[in-house]
């Protein structure tokens, strides 16, 4: 009866790529989304202790979800401050970034309009686009001129998907770029900021000033600002269809208030923390400045390292992890077979010494 699965499963254990629950282990952090190491930091850690101190309720369950009985007066506080802050009229949060794309993609787009997804993108959208009745399209990997020659081809209503910073190879989009040509062709521009809000103040779409020209930005707190959850930014419009339409989010209990409160307290934290970034910033040039043949970006505080060689790879990891390293290998199907890499995350909390060893094994196999 489950000859099929485990058929399957035995495949992959036999390519070395099962994926396995393995428990936390100790070592050097050059792998989570910790940028700025916010989830471990203890000021943060007891500002929040002391908002449940004096307001135990911020633990409780929600009780249902927000249509129902979930929508409390924490929760709705919280996405007034993160529209404030990121310069957009309205914002609807979600319990996950991956919860937020599959609400937008899935909902939005009509049988008659067209997903054009970089070919890069995130998994959520392409599971999203699934759900969709709309047809989807890829253009090359932040290549406007192929994004333009799509887009003169489409007849009905076009959205626009990518990621301002990608998670795999850590470069960034040309947002401006397909922002114009966006507008240029009345389409609808998403960006996912999950991986550039907090590093790069409220993001790049908040840094070029892009709002009018972005139809909805996702934000994602389970990274740089050491929280949960994700918010969708939009105009008033856009969130009451999602609200009324978007089954990811009608169909969800909401989550407790502390959730919210720490993302409203991570907000303020993240202001008055700028020294955090300057010093990722510096680690990340650091890192850079040891000559290592990488695909990404130069300030990106995703640095990945191609290795095809799935042995080659599995040994550098592991010689990594024997001298206290955490890195992350990422074999296909993550990735397209022959671009398997060593996805290293820079910190703020990473040492020099740290970063100067970890980059002496990685040359020793490269």
């Not at 802050?85 to 937008?104: I, R, V």
Request: aromatic share 10%; with cysteine; proline share 2%.
């Amino acid at each position: 009866m489950f000859s099929h699965f485990q058929n399957t499963l035995e495949q992959r254990k036999t390519d070395g790529t099962l994926r396995l629950l393995k428990p936390q282990v100790e070592g050097v952090d050059f792998y989570s989304n910790d940028y700025l190491g916010f989830a471990q930091n203890k000021e943060l850690q007891n500002l929040l202790l002391k908002e449940v101190i004096k307001n135990p309720c911020l633990l409780s369950g929600s009780t249902g979800s927000r249509l129902i009985s979930g929508n409390s007066s924490e929760v709705v506080k919280t996405e007034k401050l993160i529209a404030e802050k990121h310069q957009y009229s309205d914002a609807l949060l979600f319990s996950s970034g991956y919860n937020a794309n599959l609400a937008l993609f899935s909902t939005l787009p009509t049988r008659h309009d067209t997903i054009i997804v970089d070919e890069k993108i995130h998994r959520s959208v392409h599971d999203a686009c699934k759900m969709s009745h709309a047809k989807k399209v890829k253009f090359s990997h932040n290549h406007v001129d192929d994004l333009e020659r799509i887009l003169k081809n489409q007849n009905g209503k076009s959205y626009i998907a990518i990621e301002s910073l990608y998670s795999m190879d850590g470069d960034f989009a040309p947002i401006e770029e397909i922002a114009a040509v966006a507008e240029k062709y009345n389409a609808f521009l998403i960006v996912d900021e999950a991986h550039s809000f907090g590093i790069f103040g409220n993001g790049l779409v908040d840094k070029f000033q892009l709002q009018k020209k972005v139809l909805a930005t996702v934000i994602t707190y389970g990274k740089a600002l050491g929280s949960h959850g994700a918010a969708v930014l939009t105009n008033d419009v856009v969130k009451s269809y999602l609200i009324n339409f978007a089954s990811p989010f009608i169909y969800t209990t909401s989550a407790p208030d502390i959730q919210w409160r720490s993302i409203k307290t991570g907000y303020e934290f993240l202001e008055m923390n700028n020294s955090a970034r300057i010093k990722l910033q510096h680690n990340i040039e650091s890192f850079r400045h040891q000559n290592l043949k990488m695909l990404s970006s130069a300030n990106s505080p995703i640095q990945s390292i191609l290795i095809s060689n799935h042995d080659l790879l599995k040994r550098t990891k592991q010689t990594l992890l024997d001298e206290g390293f955490l890195t992350y290998a990422v074999f296909s199907p993550a990735v397209k077979e022959g671009t398997e890499r060593l996805r290293i995350c820079i910190h703020s909390f990473n040492t020099e010494k740290e970063i100067m060893k970890l980059t002496r094994i990685i040359k020793e196999f490269i």
